[in-house]
T-cell receptor, first 114, second 114 residues
């Protein structure tokens, strides 16, 4: 069965500082990997996805993520955070074949301090 | 197309009452998913449809839960005899069949059972 671990429940970062959110996955084959962002009381917005090819993927709002097969990781990064990035971030894994349902991690809450 | 739409956004109900939620997917999407998200957790898969066929149900979906997608367009999720433990955000997502696929989420229905 597929699973996702986000080891950091809550991260606080100063505005303008760099950010890295960790994600480790467990899946028997090459996975589909996603990062979603959720603002309070809202649904999920897709930031970026990895299906195949280049292991460094670019997303919206200046985010990027790197797929490292040897470490089973898909960490999210941003070189300089903005106050509007404060939200909950979820990493998810999906099967390449089949119903493509997603398995989510428990999320990392990001707080930005001025 | 404005994306995935869910109605209502919020629902407060008394324990033991029945509730029904509606999801309107992106019009050309033939897959529709329901997820449940409790406080402090990531979304958990409940069930999904391909067109009007319900192809998989999670063990989380007890007998009190039923989902339909009668014409392969909108879907409804009904909870009978609600319990306090049903309080959660219910998220709907839709996607196209294919490889790769990506799910677009609605803003969710927040259910509070009192």
């Amino acid at each position: 069965a597929q699973s996702v671990t986000q080891p950091d429940i809550h991260i606080t970062v100063s505005e303008g500082a760099s950010l890295e959110l960790r994600c480790n996955y467990s899946y028997g084959a090459t996975p589909y990997l996603f990062w979603y962002v959720q603002s309070p009381g809202q649904g999920l917005q897709l930031l970026l996805k990895y299906f195949s090819g280049d292991t460094l993927v670019q997303g919206i709002k200046g985010f990027e993520a790197e797929f490292k097969r040897s470490q089973s990781s898909f960490n999210l990064r941003k070189p300089s955070v903005h106050w509007s990035d404060a939200a909950e971030y979820f990493c998810a894994v999906g099967a390449q074949f089949g119903n493509e349902k997603l398995t989510f991690g428990t999320g990392t809450r990001l707080t930005i301090i001025p | 197309d404005t994306g995935v739409s869910q109605d209502p956004r919020h629902k407060i109900t008394k324990r033991g009452q029945n509730v029904t939620f509606r999801c309107d997917p992106i019009s050309e999407h033939n897959r529709l998913y329901w997820y449940r998200q409790t406080l402090g957790q990531g979304p958990e898969f409940l069930t999904y449809f391909q067109n009007e066929a319900q192809l998989e149900k999670s063990r989380l979906l007890s007998d009190r839960f039923s989902a339909e997608r009668p014409k392969g367009s909108f879907s409804t999720l009904e909870i009978q005899r609600t319990e306090q433990g049903d309080s959660a955000m219910y998220l709907c997502a839709s996607s196209l069949v294919g490889n790769p696929a990506e799910a677009f989420f609605g803003q969710g229905t927040r259910l509070t059972v009192v």
